[in-house]
C-alpha cells in the first residue's frame, strides 16, 4: 500500500508562488511586484502583476525611477500588482478573500484592499517598512482588523522543471 507524496506545495507556498510567477510578467527594471487573490475554499480569483494600464505603450511611457519631474518618471502611470489584480476580477466580490503578494502593499493599494473586503495578506518582502506609506498601510490594515502575516517558506526555492 502506498502513501501519498509528502513533498507537495502548501497552500501559501502555492499561491505565494503563483504570486511570484506573476511577477515575471511585470516589464519593469526595478522592481517586480505579483498578486494573487484567493476565496476561503483556496480557489484563486485573480492574479496581477505591476504595469502600465491597457493601451499605454510600455515602449512610449518612461520606466525612470528619477527624472526632473514626475511626469517623467514611472510612479505617475504604473498600476501596482495589488490593484491590477482587484480591478481584473470578475466575479461579484472579493468579501473575505486573501491576497498573496511579494512586496507589501502601499497606501494606496491598502485603500484598494479594504474597500474590496479583503480580509487577509500574506506577504513575502517589507523591504520599505520604514516609509510612511507603508506604515500607513498597516495602520488602516489595523484599523479595520485585516490580517497581514509575513510568508515563511518551507523551502528556499520553488523549481518549474519543464
Same mark, same amino acid.
Given at each position: &500500500?502506498?502513501? *501519498?507524496? $509528502?513533498?507537495?506545495?502548501?497552500?501559501?507556498?502555492?499561491? &505565494?508562488?503563483?504570486?511570484?510567477?506573476? +511577477? &515575471?510578467?511585470? $516589464?519593469?527594471? %526595478?522592481?517586480?511586484?505579483?498578486?494573487?487573490?484567493?476565496?476561503?475554499? %483556496?480557489?484563486?480569483?485573480?492574479?496581477?502583476?505591476?504595469? !502600465?494600464? &491597457?493601451?499605454? +505603450?510600455?515602449?512610449?511611457?518612461?520606466?525612470?525611477?528619477?527624472?526632473? +519631474?514626475?511626469?517623467?518618471? $514611472?510612479?505617475?502611470?504604473? #498600476?501596482?500588482?495589488?490593484?491590477?489584480?482587484?480591478?481584473?476580477?470578475?466575479? %461579484?466580490?472579493?468579501?473575505?478573500?486573501?491576497?498573496?503578494? %511579494?512586496?507589501?502593499? #502601499?497606501?494606496?493599494?491598502?485603500?484598494?484592499?479594504?474597500?474590496?473586503?479583503?480580509?487577509?495578506?500574506?506577504?513575502?518582502?517589507?523591504?520599505?517598512?520604514?516609509?510612511?506609506?507603508?506604515? +500607513?498601510? *498597516?495602520?488602516?490594515?489595523?484599523?479595520?482588523?485585516?490580517? !497581514?502575516?509575513?510568508?515563511?517558506?518551507?523551502?528556499?526555492?520553488?523549481?518549474?522543471?519543464?
Amino acid at each position: &500500500m502506498s502513501s *501519498k507524496r $509528502k513533498d507537495y506545495l502548501k497552500w501559501d507556498e502555492y499561491f &505565494m508562488g503563483l504570486a511570484i510567477l506573476a +511577477s &515575471m510578467r511585470s $516589464k519593469d527594471p %526595478n522592481t517586480q511586484v505579483g498578486c494573487c487573490i484567493v476565496d476561503t475554499d %483556496n480557489r484563486i480569483l485573480s492574479l496581477g502583476y505591476n504595469g !502600465f494600464p &491597457m493601451g499605454c +505603450s510600455d515602449d512610449e511611457f518612461p520606466w525612470e525611477r528619477k527624472a526632473k +519631474s514626475s511626469y517623467d518618471t $514611472k510612479y505617475n502611470y504604473v #498600476c501596482h500588482a495589488e490593484l491590477n489584480a482587484i480591478l481584473s476580477y470578475k466575479g %461579484n466580490s472579493l468579501k473575505g478573500a486573501r491576497l498573496y503578494v %511579494n512586496q507589501f502593499p #502601499c497606501n494606496e493599494c491598502a485603500k484598494a484592499i479594504i474597500q474590496a473586503g479583503i480580509k487577509s495578506l500574506i506577504y513575502l518582502d517589507d523591504k520599505y517598512a520604514d516609509t510612511d506609506t507603508v506604515k +500607513s498601510s *498597516k495602520r488602516m490594515f489595523k484599523a479595520v482588523g485585516l490580517k !497581514f502575516k509575513k510568508f515563511k517558506p518551507l523551502d528556499k526555492k520553488i523549481v518549474i522543471e519543464l
